[in-house]
């Protein structure tokens, strides 16, 4: 019988089990690669004191600054001990940056083309534990690049693969390997020893898939480079390019700028009110009915409200176009909605152009009668803003219930199923910014663009899973399928 945590110990102490004798009963890992990667932790735990300690003390006060600077490539930004990018940047201080003979405030001895690590083996790598010694010459030796995650043992370590250089290595990491999955991208500095790998530095950013556009380009750009680097050549020469992909990644990550949104037509996203004067909803409607496509009167007047005369009092229907621009396999486009409600007339659109658009519609309608009053504009940040300050309140409980409820229906749920296969399926060749405006099956074509489209599958395969409820994933097996992925 498995005894619990919290059980009386078997052995008879009175102690709970969890206290006494559960940790003796765990299995020990004993193999030969778990023992020497216990002992070489051992053997650098004290390295990055060591290393920090010592860099002061060769470059002066002046090194890390200067360091600093080249690392944030020279934007001005302060040194910031709680930055993200610590535990980035302090092993690539250590393990790689060289100051500037020609340009640099660090201390005389220290001018010269050795970084910190390189002149602390120099001093004392005859009294370092051996094992140490070879682990700073591996991560002196190591580039920062960008890495995939291919697969993931939480608890364990993962296999990464270079996306510069191509290699795979399977990586020694027990903490980190917790919170990662397969499809998210390094930015790391990776020390390989005979039999093991340790992830020595790691940035705290984690790149999604889709960020992987500009790592790829970079890549392009090594490859056709003249004349023609090793692998591990390219990514020390260049390192400055390696930077400045991942700042230009990370910021967009840490400090999201507001996307611009376009509508289905392209036009940036604005939402306007138009409200008319009219004379009749009963004119009005006969004159604009047609605008719903379509759709017959007995449909549009279904939730209509008359007077106590049987007069059309206040009705409400869609503005629709045949088709649509991006997805091919919709049948019409819903451009804004027109609301008549007694003598007014309101129509609202989500772009300046539509606005336009529908004014010269209703105004060209004689039967409408209708005459234009004012236009009220809201910005997609105020109500995206009003929707948040919205959206907790208690009011809104009742309102996210039911829309839980109708989600979780069956017909609702095949209605969606079947409107992200119609979109992904169209997706394929649909230009997408992503892919230089490229179709994801031109796209297919190189090496770059492949790898790119394959990421981008990857990210809507994670944004479906996270849907309530998630997307069926016989979607994105289609998709691949289509790809030839």
Request: hydrophobic residues 40%.
């Amino acid at each position: 019988m498995k005894v619990g945590r919290n059980d009386p110990c078997p052995c008879g102490s009175g102690k709970k089990y969890k206290h006494c004798c559960m940790r003796q009963d765990e299995p020990v890992e004993n193999s030969p690669e778990d023992l020497h990667w216990r002992r070489l932790r051992r053997a650098i735990e004290s390295l990055p004191t060591d290393l920090l300690n010592f860099a002061n003390g060769y470059f002066g006060r002046a090194g890390l600054l200067e360091a600093w600077d080249e690392f944030t490539l020279w934007e001005g930004v302060p040194f910031d001990a709680g930055s993200p990018h610590i535990p980035v940047f302090m092993p690539w201080f250590y393990y790689n940056w060289i100051p500037d003979p020609h340009d640099t405030e660090v201390r005389a001895e220290a001018r010269v083309e050795l970084s910190a690590a390189q002149a602390y083996l120099l001093r004392k790598g005859k009294s370092l534990d051996p094992l140490a010694r070879h682990y700073i010459e591996a991560c002196v030796a190591a580039p920062l690049s960008f890495y995939d995650v291919v697969t993931c043992e939480p608890g364990r370590g993962f296999t990464l693969r270079d996306i510069i250089a191509g290699e795979e290595c399977n990586v020694s990491e027990r903490s980190a390997s917790r919170s990662l999955r397969a499809g998210d991208i390094l930015f790391a500095k990776i020390a390989r020893l005979e039999d093991i790998a340790l992830l020595e530095a790691c940035s705290t950013v984690v790149i999604p898939p889709d960020r992987k556009g500009p790592i790829l380009e970079l890549r392009k750009n090594i490859r056709a480079s003249h004349p023609p680097l090793s692998p591990a050549d390219a990514l020390g020469e260049w390192d400055s390019e390696m930077l400045a992909v991942y700042h230009g990644i990370a910021d967009t990550l840490l400090d999201p700028a507001f996307p611009e949104l376009r509508n289905t037509d392209g036009d940036p996203l604005s939402f306007h009110k138009l409200v008319f004067e009219i004379e009749s909803p009963r004119a009005a409607f006969d004159a604009l009915k047609d605008l719903a496509l379509d759709a017959d009167e007995t449909e549009l007047l279904a939730e209509a409200e008359f007077d106590a005369e049987g007069a059309l009092h206040r009705v409400q229907f869609d503005w629709k176009k045949r088709g649509n621009p991006i997805n091919k396999s919709w049948d019409n486009t819903v451009l804004g909605n027109l609301t008549i409600d007694g003598t007014r007339l309101t129509a609202e659109v989500n772009s300046e152009a539509r606005a336009i658009r529908i004014r010269e519609i209703v105004e060209k309608r004689r039967g409408a009668r209708a005459k234009y009053l004012a236009t009220e504009i809201q910005s997609t940040e105020s109500m995206l803003a009003r929707a948040r300050a919205e959206g907790g309140g208690k009011a809104a409980r009742p309102q996210q219930e039911e829309h839980e409820r109708l989600a979780a229906l069956p017909e609702v749920q095949a209605m969606v199923t079947e409107h992200f296969r119609r979109h992904f399926e169209s997706w394929v060749d649909q230009e997408i910014p992503a892919l230089g405006g490229k179709t994801p099956r031109h796209a297919m074509k190189d090496p770059e663009g492949r790898e790119m489209v394959e990421a981008l599958v990857l990210q809507a395969e994670r944004n479906g899973r996270n849907m309530q409820p998630p997307m069926d994933e016989s979607i994105i097996r289609e998709l691949r399928v289509r790809l030839g992925l």
